[in-house]
């Protein structure tokens, strides 16, 4: 291998280094490498996916695409091998042989094969280090039309007996002459062991096309046949397609709380620590297997080393914890090695080591309190959490022992707290958080948590803990066919992607669009499957119609990369009414295929939120600070990150957030969104933002107004660019996509992939919001709750799960009455109304709080209508029980801090009281009230708390009070005649 050619590479001038003049370095000559094959070349392991019985009019496809061992190139070479009693399978040989092609999979046609034959199929791949490997597969072709039906991946394979199971299906029923129907199929799963059907062990999944177990289902060491069947209702035709399982026995893994390096406490009166290795486990057992055992064992390592353990040891070493204790008589800064081994009785064992420094009787006792039994997943948020016990004033400082890793630009939480006015001891809460892709993939990286008196930090204490973290799957390709152009709505595209690598088999493969408006939008989820076809919505025509076309490839601890393609993709002709024809057409031929659902939903909704920017150029858009025109027409998009304006899509200009004055005078008025669609349509009015009430001036650097659109008679929606018969088209059509989205929230599995998709696609149905009727609106919510309601069993995003709210603010700008709805679709405000969005947001920040940890900053969003705040504060455990403030301030727009506008704030009394919750999370909602039925009630925002864990102590002590202060802003003039001395509004509130 050339690594590099003459004259290229030198040392880089690094411009802080005392040098006087680098730029005469001399470059470094030609340099080559070689590398020697390995001696044991990996074996290819050749996945063929297919099914086993296909019909008269079915293709055979076999899909080679989850086979693994290339080596992230091109196969060297492929082989076929067929054998059946079919008179012309030679040619069936030959074709596969001369034209086979891997992505997308080369079909032998159904006019090649004979019916009634059983086919064997037999590939064999060979990599570039010339190691090959096999696999073979039957297929029988029989005389009747059947149902397709695979289970796809591989049809031998391996799980652990701690992992859950999910197998996903592709049925259909094909049509002679090509084509293919999802109507009338229905799916019988069946698992068995030695030809015996279980009638014990049954699928979880909801989803009729997957086959999903919990782990911990099957036993460690069996072996399983698993199959599933295809019936056509309506013919009575059926077939099946089958794999075979093996339950993998699993390994022992031994842990010890507290991280790998803990502190003891030199002291006259030594007080034991606790190690403890109860958190070990069997990954054969879910939960404690009794055959497992411990034993401790223990030496010095500093300052010299000695076979003999420093510290005091308890008699019973077989237990799965012990207490270990300080030895007065050797004294302080002595370090020992701890070891446990766990074992049982069929050989498995493993072990783990703490190191144990002993310290001085001032210092800080550090922890961690955070493990890991598996591998990191850097594309997600990363917490530890440590502790630190405390007699004095102290510092707590987090780090890494990873160069590149610099916590102090990259953590989302303080990485050192200082605890003053500490008297008599206290335990308090050190968190470190981090975002996600900040760590490094495929690394194993200590942290550490030192603790040290603010007065002489040479009396510290450490406590460390390593991770490893994982890495996502090595780029292959992705390829669209046809490559270059096609008609939304109509051209069936065949997305394929080859050549993907990684340590963590199997992958598998989502595939999508990104959306005008940026979003990511699945049209097939996640399967094992490396191929799939379908249509698309049309491109953006800013941009040649081109679209940005993705798959996203996952491992199998989900780790994941994604790779895009650009495709043109030109507008459908279709009349209104022949493209409403179409839709219900393809929404009913997809039945209650969640896939095929999922594809009509994202692609329709992005086609319907099509915008005419014909002239709004990205020229103009980018000198008024804001991104493209995406969602409404003839208008630029919200404002780029660092300015400030007029919320969402506007042709105003947005203001540099480094612009800031004391107060901001207006001088541009605000303008509506496509000018009304012109004089003779509607007229642009201003708004009070908070109660809609009528104001007479409104300028773009205002933040308590808004522009909005009245229509004159026979126009609608919030730009007065509809008629009543071109809105309600729109609004039957977002029905319809809504109801089919809001049955896949009920019918589809509950994963990461299905939750965000859910997000995203409802995000784009309610893009435009004056295509949403009433009974719309209430199907909307259905979805919001349903998706926050499955949060808690997911790891989505924070940032994922408050986008959804950007759904419920759209609807909110309904209620408000912007959208100059048809009479029938206006929206009363009503208690259910106010309920139902209570419960949403309640939802949303139960989900949001409890993926957080104390120290992490607070999490806030601003919409149009709502905004949110999330945060959590620990409980101090100590022995004065002293009271301290946590201020929770409402989130403020730019402008608002511009306009020196003021935040809603509650105060927390936090205590540090034993007897009490050790967290509280907080959750704090503002609405504007001119979304309540008795808006002229209010003279502020209503804010709406939700506190989980309490933050006071319960008894009659001075200290039990649990007051919180509220401060509300008022945005109307308030006449007072009395001093408003002592003013004040006390409520009683319910634990629980």
Not at 513 to 525: M, N
Not at 563 to 569: A, H, Y
Request: proline share 4%; net charge negative.
């Amino acid at each position: 291998i050339l690594f590099h050619l003459s004259n290229r590479l030198k040392a880089d001038c690094v411009v802080d280094i005392n040098i006087s003049d680098c730029t005469t370095w001399e470059y470094s000559e030609a340099s080559t490498i070689t590398i020697s094959s390995p001696t044991n070349p990996v074996v290819p392991t050749v996945v063929i996916s297919s099914p086993t019985t296909i019909g008269s009019c079915a293709d055979i496809t076999l899909n080679l695409g989850s086979s693994i061992g290339n080596g992230g190139r091109v196969w060297k070479s492929r082989t076929f091998k067929v054998t059946s009693s079919f008179p012309n399978v030679s040619d069936i040989e030959t074709f596969l042989n001369d034209e086979y092609e891997f992505s997308p999979a080369t079909a032998v046609e159904y006019d090649m094969i004979g019916s009634g034959y059983t086919y064997l199929f037999k590939v064999t791949l060979c990599n570039f280090l010339d190691r090959c490997g096999f696999s073979s597969t039957t297929i029988v072709a029989l005389n009747n039309l059947l149902p397709y039906v695979d289970i796809l991946g591989e049809k031998i394979r391996t799980v652990p007996v701690g992992e859950k199971l999910e197998l996903v299906s592709e049925a259909y029923n094909p049509k002679c002459g090509g084509g293919k129907s999802l109507k009338f199929l229905q799916y019988l799963w069946t698992i068995s062991q030695n030809g015996v059907e279980s009638t014990t062990i049954e699928s979880v999944s909801k989803d009729p096309r997957e086959f999903v177990l919990p782990a911990y289902t099957l036993s460690a060491g069996d072996v399983y046949d698993i199959s599933l069947g295809i019936l056509n209702v309506a013919t009575g035709s059926s077939s099946s397609s089958s794999m075979k399982l093996t339950v993998a026995t699993g390994n022992l893994i031994a842990d010890i709380a507290g991280g790998t390096v803990r502190s003891l406490i030199e002291s006259a009166n030594p007080v034991p620590i606790t190690l403890d290795a109860s958190s070990s486990y069997d990954e054969d057992y879910n939960g404690v297997n009794p055959n497992v055992k411990f034993l401790w064992t223990c030496e010095q390592t500093s300052p010299t080393f000695n076979s003999t353990c420093p510290v005091l040891l308890p008699n019973d070493l077989t237990t799965s914890s012990i207490d270990i204790n300080y030895i007065p008589a050797n004294g302080a800064d002595i370090i020992a090695s701890i070891r446990v081994v766990m074992y049982d009785n069929t050989g498995r064992s493993d072990f783990a080591t703490v190191t144990v420094n002993v310290i001085g009787a001032d210092a800080p006792v550090t922890k961690i309190i955070s493990t890991f039994d598996s591998v990191v997943i850097v594309q997600e948020r990363f917490s530890i959490v440590g502790t630190v016990t405390l007699k004095d004033d102290a510092i707590a400082t987090w780090s890494s022992d990873y160069p590149s890793l610099d916590l102090s630009a990259v953590a989302i939480s303080d990485i050192s707290k200082t605890f003053t006015d500490i008297s008599g001891e206290s335990k308090r809460t050190v968190s470190l958080v981090l975002p996600p892709n900040v760590l490094p993939i495929r690394t194993t990286i200590t942290f550490t948590l030192t603790s040290s008196l603010s007065v002489d930090s040479s009396k510290n204490s450490i406590a460390s803990i390593v991770i490893t973290t994982n890495g996502p799957p090595n780029p292959g390709t992705f390829t669209m066919s046809p490559a270059t152009s096609g008609t939304a709505l109509n051209t069936i595209f065949t997305f394929a992607a080859d050549l993907w690598t990684t340590e963590s088999a199997p992958l598998s493969y989502e595939f999508g669009f990104i959306s005008k408006a940026g979003d990511y939008i699945t049209l097939r989820p996640r399967s094992e499957s490396s191929v799939t076809t379908g249509n698309l919505p049309e491109g953006d025509p800013s941009k040649d119609y081109n679209l940005t076309v993705r798959v996203t490839v996952f491992d199998d601890n989900d780790a994941k990369t994604t790779l895009d393609t650009i495709v043109k993709v030109s507008p459908n002709s279709l009349t209104t009414e022949q493209l409403l024809a179409l839709l219900q057409e393809q929404l009913d031929d997809a039945a209650e295929n969640t896939v095929a659902v999922t594809e009509v939903v994202g692609t329709w909704s992005e086609n319907m939120n099509s915008v005419n920017c014909s002239l709004v150029s990205d020229d103009f858009c980018d000198s008024l600070n804001r991104i493209s025109c995406n969602s409404a027409d003839q208008t630029c998009g919200e404002c780029k990150v660092g300015y400030y304006g007029v919320y969402g899509s506007s042709n105003t200009e947005c203001i540099s957030n480094t612009r800031r004055n004391r107060m901001l005078i207006g001088t541009t008025p605000m303008t509506c969104t496509n000018n009304c669609s012109g004089a003779s349509q509607g007229t642009c009015s201003f708004k009070d933002i908070n109660t809609g009430e009528n104001v007479n001036s409104c300028y773009t650097t205002s933040s308590d107004c808004i522009a909005v659109c009245s229509c004159q008679n026979g126009y609608y929606g919030s730009d007065c660019s509809y008629t009543a018969s071109t809105l309600s088209d729109s609004q039957f059509n977002r029905y319809l996509l809504n109801s089919a989205l809001l049955n896949n929230t009920e019918v589809q599995n509950i994963n990461n992939q299905n939750v965000e998709n859910w997000i995203n696609q409802l995000n784009s149905n309610t893009q435009k919001p004056s295509e949403l009727d009433a009974r719309t609106v209430d199907i909307v919510n259905e979805i919001l709750i349903n998706i926050m309601e499955a949060l808690p069993s997911t790891t989505v995003s924070t940032t994922d799960a408050t986008n959804a709210l950007l759904s419920l603010d759209r609807i909110s700008f309904i209620q408000a009455g912007y959208t100059n709805n048809l009479n029938d679709s206006i929206i009363e405000l009503t208690s259910d109304t106010v309920n139902t969005r209570n419960t949403i947001l309640d939802l949303y920040g139960s989900y949001i709080t409890s993926t957080m940890v104390d120290g992490q900053q607070d999490i806030t969003e601003i919409f149009s209508f709502i905004r949110v705040l999330s945060g959590v504060q620990a409980v101090a455990t100590g022995t004065n029980g002293e009271i301290s403030n946590y201020i929770y301030d409402t989130p403020l727009s730019t402008a608002e801090e511009n306009n020196n506008e003021l935040s809603q704030t509650i105060t927390i009394p936090v205590t540090n009281d034993d007897s009490i919750s050790s967290l509280v999370q907080v959750n704090q909602y503002v609405t504007r009230s001119l979304l309540y039925n008795n808006t002229d009630v209010f003279n502020s925002d209503p804010i709406r708390l939700n506190i989980m864990g309490w933050p006071c102590s319960y008894d009659n002590s001075p200290n039990a009070v649990c007051k919180m202060p509220v401060v509300l802003q008022n945005y109307r003039d308030v006449s007072v005649s009395e001093p408003l001395q002592g003013l004040t509004h006390t409520t009683d509130c319910e634990i629980g």
